[in-house]
């Protein structure tokens, strides 16, 4: 059996979908990508073109997150996704998937 994805039409989403990001968790998780790809904060400053490291070490401590844009500079050189940067809350994932899951099975 094979899977067939549902497609959702904007008038059949009547409940609002939210999603909030953990800072602090994706700060952890963007060091532990820089280790992983043997990247320094000061090679990461390079590359997005900074004067200063100031703005990384804020998202490493989870003070701030990367803009959209500098989301896909890193995706890129740490060969991965957005998705995969990104540390959503898990209670609000589980209420999506629920919200979802109540749509499919309509």
Not at 16 to 23: K, L
Not at 71 to 77: A, D, E, Q, R
């Amino acid at each position: 059996m094979s899977y067939k994805p549902h497609v959702f039409r904007l008038g059949q989403l009547t409940e609002p979908m939210y999603i909030s990001i953990n800072s602090e968790k994706t700060g952890a998780n963007l060091k532990s990508l820089f280790k992983n790809n043997g990247y320094s904060v000061r090679d990461i400053q390079s590359v997005m073109g900074f004067e200063n490291p100031q703005s990384i070490h804020k998202w490493l401590s989870g003070r701030s997150l990367p803009s959209l844009d500098n989301l896909v500079i890193l995706s890129k050189v740490l060969h991965t996704t957005i998705e995969d940067i990104l540390v959503v809350d898990g209670d609000v994932v589980f209420l999506f998937n629920l919200t979802w899951t109540i749509h499919l099975n309509r």
